[in-house]
């Protein structure tokens, strides 16, 4: 079935809707290249500890797109695996920091060929203008979206 022979009433070329299936298709072969050794979020969650250190693990769930409640459990068990070390800060004992540990780090560079070659098909799909158009579009949607809910 496609998209052209469903009715989808209201949900027709609604943003939201291509949104989730786009992602939900970009998850699939983000699991399929990496042969479901990581999820998507989890590859970003190690990415931003690594490239951020030291950050506090909300600015890396905002930074990650996720919430601070869904986030601990990764870190958990990230941290369990040995991927990362979480300290309390300086300024504040109860907040935690974080640093990824050379194994964490291993495993970033282990699949970075997988993540860089998924994003060139995308960019070779799409063309160069319509892949930053694409980016700058989702930046705008983003700003958007928070601006309602800040209202």
Do not use: C, W
């Not at 291509?18 to 979020?41: I, Y």
């Not at 909300?58 to 919430?67: F, K, M, N, P, Q």
């Not at 282990?110 to 799909?125: C, R």
């Amino acid at each position: 079935m496609t998209n052209t022979d469903f009715d989808y009433g209201i949900l027709h070329h609604m943003v939201g809707l291509e949104l989730r299936k786009a992602q939900a298709l970009a998850n699939q072969t983000f699991l399929s290249a990496l042969e479901g050794q990581l999820l998507p979020g989890h590859y970003t969650v190690l990415v931003l500890i690594a490239k951020n250190p030291n950050q506090s693990q909300s600015r890396i769930a905002e930074a990650a797109g996720l919430d601070r409640s869904s986030l601990v459990p990764i870190l958990k068990q990230f941290e369990k695996d040995d991927l990362i070390k979480r300290h309390p800060a300086r300024h504040d004992r109860r907040a935690k920091i974080m640093t990824i540990t050379p194994k964490g780090a291993g495993l970033i560079t282990k699949y970075e060929k997988q993540i860089k070659a998924l994003e060139q098909t995308v960019l070779s799909g799409l063309g160069p203008e319509n892949h930053a158009k694409l980016v700058e579009l989702l930046l705008a949607f983003q700003e958007v979206l928070k601006t309602r809910l800040d209202t």
